[in-house]
């Protein structure tokens, strides 16, 4: 029989076997992996374990190597286990005789011996881990490459510690109210910084959807449409729908399609919880076609989700440069079909939440080929404190800005006006 904690940890081991061997995001295999766990905050501390297991992948890695005269397979059980035991010791606390005795069990009729050794070593050796975790290094190797030393290493300082908490307020006109209300402070209208900590929706301003969840850098897209004044806007890829209700609220009369229906029932929650309203249409972008076009496009694209990489560390080791690539092409195919649904002298914005070039910049220079638009560059006004344009008056959120505020998620926007 089990010792007590044990089948969280099991939950923790198949979480990053999901993430690691299968490719699966973390989120997405949470469900699955904590099926057999009946309370709420075993499956939470599952989910922590494997998350800060991710987190701090290499350093827990280098440790492991450092006490075993032959590495052992990076796939192994008994390597996976060792990290779970370490992470609990070494980040959350827990005390190394319960952490080494949760594990044991997930290595039954394996080395056992083995694992207890190694940790039993390390942790007589006193052992720590760096204050700022190590990239994974084909990740270090690329983001070296793209941005320079400099944000790479900012990087580290980012994924250090799980992000503050944004919020965008449905009416800008209250930021300062919000700000007061909620004990927070704010990067921008419309937006209020709170602590990481406590349960969302027991935050005042929830039941009266005064404001939904939403990081800084996810609410530059919308910014960059302005005001609508009744006009139209098609929010592609829309779910699950923080841009839909900036648009919403900016008063634009939206259509916001996405091909996930579950993901759109939770838009339509927000939509009902916030007062808000929105056309919904569940389809695929590349089969969809739309008889009228509109005013203006919001393509926020699906991307490698690498600039969230803060919040969700597991995407640092999914994510591979043939993934990369393969992403760039479908959305340069997007962006090529959002633009025949602009009307002339309308507004496209194309975004993703991506620290790759490839998929950013590359994707937007690509389209600027087409002759039927011109470039419509970001101005700073437009834009938060701290976040400026950069080339071709495109916007590029790296490591390292607002890092005196809380940082913010990697991010890439590129605004275009169709020819009159």
């Not at 319960?98 to 069990?105: G, H, K, S």
Request: glycine share 8%; net charge neutral; hydrophobic share 45%.
């Amino acid at each position: 029989m089990d010792p007590a904690g044990a089948p969280a940890r099991r939950s923790a081991l198949r979480l990053i076997d999901a993430v690691l061997r299968q490719g699966l995001p973390l989120e997405a295999a949470l469900a699955r992996a904590t099926e057999d766990i009946e309370r709420a905050d075993d499956r939470a501390l599952a989910h922590a374990i494997a998350a800060e297991t991710l987190r701090r992948l290499p350093d827990l890695d280098a440790l492991i190597d450092s006490a075993t005269p032959k590495p052992l397979p990076h796939d192994a059980k008994a390597r996976s286990v060792l990290r779970i035991a370490l992470v609990q010791a070494l980040v959350l606390q827990t005390p190394p005789h319960a952490a080494i005795a949760t594990v044991l069990p997930l290595v039954e009729g394996g080395p056992k011996r083995l694992v207890h050794g190694v940790f039993g070593a390390l942790m007589r050796k006193g052992v720590t881990l760096p204050e700022l975790p190590a990239l994974p290094w084909p990740v270090a190797k690329r983001w070296k490459k793209a941005w320079g030393a400099a944000a790479a290493a900012a990087a580290r300082t980012t994924i250090a510690a799980p992000p503050p908490l944004d919020l965008s307020l449905r009416d800008p006109a209250t930021t300062e109210e919000w700000t007061a209300r909620l004990g927070g402070t704010s990067l921008a209208p419309g937006h209020v910084r709170l602590a990481r900590g406590g349960k969302v929706s027991d935050l005042p301003g929830y039941d009266e959807g005064a404001w939904w969840v939403q990081d800084i850098s996810a609410s530059l897209p919308a910014r960059l449409l302005g005001a609508g004044a009744g006009r139209t806007v098609l929010d592609l890829c829309a779910a699950p729908g923080g841009k839909t209700l900036q648009l919403a609220a900016a008063g634009w009369r939206v259509t916001a399609l996405d091909q996930s229906e579950p993901r759109l029932a939770r838009l339509s929650e927000n939509l009902a919880r916030t007062g808000l309203s929105a056309d919904l249409v569940a389809a695929d972008v590349m089969a969809w076609d739309s008889a009228e076009p509109f005013d203006a496009v919001l393509l926020d694209a699906p991307c490698s989700a690498t600039g969230i990489f803060r919040r969700h560390p597991d995407v640092l080791h999914r994510v591979r440069d043939r993934a990369i690539a393969d992403l760039a092409a479908a959305q340069a195919a997007m962006i090529a079909r959002a633009g025949n649904w602009v009307k002339p002298d309308g507004r496209l914005i194309y975004s993703v939440c991506s620290l790759e070039p490839s998929e950013g910049e590359a994707v937007a220079d690509a389209f600027a080929g087409d002759r039927r638009f011109e470039r419509d560059p970001a101005l700073p006004d437009e834009l938060p404190a701290g976040i400026a344009p950069g080339g071709a008056g495109r916007v590029r959120v790296l490591p390292g800005m607002l890092a005196e505020a809380g940082g913010a998620d990697g991010f890439f926007v590129a605004r275009f006006r169709r020819a009159a």
